[in-house]
């Protein structure tokens, strides 16, 4: 018989097991990996980040008092990580443009067969489709994407997105109502073919 999330905290916490600390990690991890991606593109840094929290976890989980469930607290460290590095990679980019100034970058030019020109526009397609969403994620305010991503990443119910988020459900609600209305406005303004038409 498998232990409760709280019996394994009370073993980290009194007996610093690092075996029940271990069955934490592969009940939790693809879920706060999931969480991660929702905020990022590259799997590479969700796994990054889903690591951090990992290590955030086992740093704190000496202070965390069962007064939500385990799941709850992790999904917020989970959040605030992403938010985090995104902050961080907005901050590395300012930077980087800044020394774009003073740096003249490299050109790679590409020669591709027809066949091959063929599957890299259609993978194109899809990358750039995935970038489009993408892009429309991060352009929503953070309330607002934190819920949308705990909703369709992690299909937490409004109940646990208000725990996590410390919201009410009514207020979780209306996030991601305008969430989805948000997303739905910015993808098919990117996606608005122009009107040609001459009106006589």
């Known amino acids: 018989m ?4 709280q019996e394994l905290v009370k073993q980290i916490q009194v007996e610093h097991s690092s075996t ?13 990996l999931r969480i991660c991606k929702g905020f990022v593109s ?8 889903t690591q951090d929290v990992f290590i955030e976890v086992l740093r704190s989980i000496g202070s965390f008092r069962g007064e939500s469930q385990f799941s709850t607290w992790i999904y917020r ?19 980087q443009s ?6 003249k970058g490299s050109e790679i030019v590409y020669n591709l067969s027809d066949e091959g020109q ?5 993978a194109l397609g899809i990358n750039e489709t995935r970038a489009l969403l993408k892009r429309a994620l991060n352009g929503l305010p953070e309330n607002q994407r934190i819920a949308f991503v705990l909703a369709k990443y992690q299909d937490l119910s409004y109940k646990e997105i208000a725990e996590v988020m410390g ?13 989805k ?20």
Do not use: C, W
Request: no cysteine.
């Open 2 to 5: 498998s232990l409760t999330d």
């Open 20 to 32: 029940a600390f271990s069955q934490l990690v592969e009940r939790y991890q693809l879920k706060v």
């Open 42 to 49: 590259q799997m590479a840094d969700a796994e990054d980040i």
């Open 77 to 95: 460290i989970a959040v605030n990580k992403s938010i985090n590095f995104i902050n961080k990679k907005k901050r590395e980019r300012i930077f």
């Open 98 to 103: 800044i020394e774009g100034f003073f740096h």
């Open 118 to 122: 063929f599957a890299a526009d259609k």
């Open 167 to 179: 919201l009410s459900l009514s207020a979780v609600e209306s996030l991601l109502f305008r969430a």
């Open 181 to 200: 209305s948000n997303l739905q406005k910015s993808i098919l303004e990117k996606n608005r073919v122009p009107n040609t038409s001459f009106s006589k």
